[in-house]
């Protein structure tokens, strides 16, 4: 497979590299190894050589000594090899660094084609995830450009083969996840690419056909048992006890990013399991949950639920079904969050979710309610991302 893990290289590393057949040079934070084209340099070996070891980003926008094209970036781009080291880029490398290095996004709009260079009035940013706002995460991402830039997933290809064997650590691997993507025209991108590819998509419309009747017969037999006010007070105790398991499940489970194994089948499980939706968040049929996967995580709350009121099953039944009525409201919410134009009284609810997707994805893990990120302290906050210069459209 193409794809791989790309190291961080110290400072010290990169300035060792400083010969015609070892030569790296830095562009802002990214690493290239130019050792294959110092002697094909139109200009000669020796301009390239002055800077072996050292940062590129300054002589490349110098119109003095030479004013490079495109073709310049490219070539830096197919050199490269990693990044520096984060605690050894300096303020100013940050600052100058173009997106013509797009590794942060690749969603041409949102970050900019490398077209041109504009200073000072590039997109503010979040470097956590690349975008700036909810806006960003439904512009189209140019496939070839991201792949080649980020040497991550080719969304032209089926994902999961790529996830499994591109040999991607925790690190890179989570870093450019949680960077969204946007498949062209909203459609989604190819998970298996056979004949299982229809059971990575659910539309939402199936979470209420498939799962009222259930909870709605659940109810009925608990009836039986419980009578009217019976039913109503676990059902609603089950109701309640969802919004925490809605916290926990999304805070502890899907995003279990830190203590994550590294390794291939942890990486691929993690991104089945949630790290698709941060990867192509506006995927309009991979956000409500697959029936299939919903029963395998709905069945130890089931035999949960009447172990603890295994002297009554009516009760641990008409509890199970609150519990499973809360996810219902939470996919569908989930769903019409990221697709439906909502009445006023959402949408602060709406701008809550997509800054969990734009600005900080290890806060904000509540989506019908943020009552428990209040309690456990997980709450957004909203802040300004940092500019970051980037290319002109």
Request: glycine residues 8%; negative net charge.
């Amino acid at each position: 497979m193409p794809s791989r893990t790309l190291p961080t290289f110290t400072k010290s590393e990169v300035e060792s590299h400083n010969t015609a057949t070892d030569c790296y040079v830095t562009l802002g934070e990214k690493v290239c190894d130019l050792s294959d084209f110092v002697e094909s340099h139109p200009g000669g070996g020796d301009l390239i050589l002055e800077y072996a070891g050292k940062d590129v980003t300054e002589i490349l926008k110098d119109e003095v000594s030479h004013t490079h094209s495109e073709a310049a970036y490219e070539i830096l781009d197919d050199g490269l090899i990693g990044f520096l080291s984060s605690d050894e880029s300096s303020d100013s490398s940050l600052k100058r660094r173009n997106v013509n290095q797009a590794t942060l996004n690749g969603n041409g709009e949102a970050n900019g084609k490398a077209t041109g260079e504009v200073d000072g009035q590039g997109r503010m940013v979040y470097e956590a995830t690349g975008v700036g706002s909810a806006e960003d995460l439904s512009k189209d991402t140019d496939l070839v450009d991201d792949y080649k830039k980020h040497k991550f997933l080719d969304l032209n290809k089926p994902l999961l083969m790529q996830v499994f064997f591109g040999g991607f650590s925790k690190k890179f691997y989570l870093e450019q996840v949680h960077r969204p993507r946007h498949y062209k025209g909203g459609d989604s991108a190819p998970i298996f690419g056979n004949f299982l590819e229809p059971l990575s998509k659910t539309s939402w419309y199936m979470i209420p056909i498939i799962w009222l009747p259930q909870i709605a017969y659940g109810l009925y037999r608990s009836y039986e048992g419980l009578g009217v006010f019976g039913t109503a007070a676990f059902f609603g105790l089950g109701l309640f006890i969802w919004t925490l398991l809605e916290y926990g499940l999304h805070r502890c489970l899907f995003h279990l990013d830190q203590k994550l194994p590294d390794n291939r089948v942890a990486i691929t499980l993690h991104f089945l399991l949630h790290g698709v939706h941060h990867y192509l968040p506006m995927d309009k049929y991979r956000l409500v949950m697959p029936p299939t996967l919903f029963v395998a995580l709905a069945l130890p709350f089931w035999k949960l639920a009447h172990t603890i009121f295994a002297f009554n099953w009516f009760m641990g039944t008409a509890t199970f079904c609150g519990g499973v009525f809360g996810y219902v409201c939470y996919d569908l919410t989930h769903y019409f969050l990221h697709h439906a134009k909502l009445p006023e009284f959402y949408q602060d609810t709406k701008k809550w979710h997509m800054q969990h997707h734009f600005m900080d994805y290890e806060n904000g893990f509540g989506v019908t309610s943020r009552f428990w990120d209040t309690v456990f302290g997980t709450e957004l906050v909203m802040t300004q991302p940092k500019p970051k210069i980037v290319k002109a459209t």
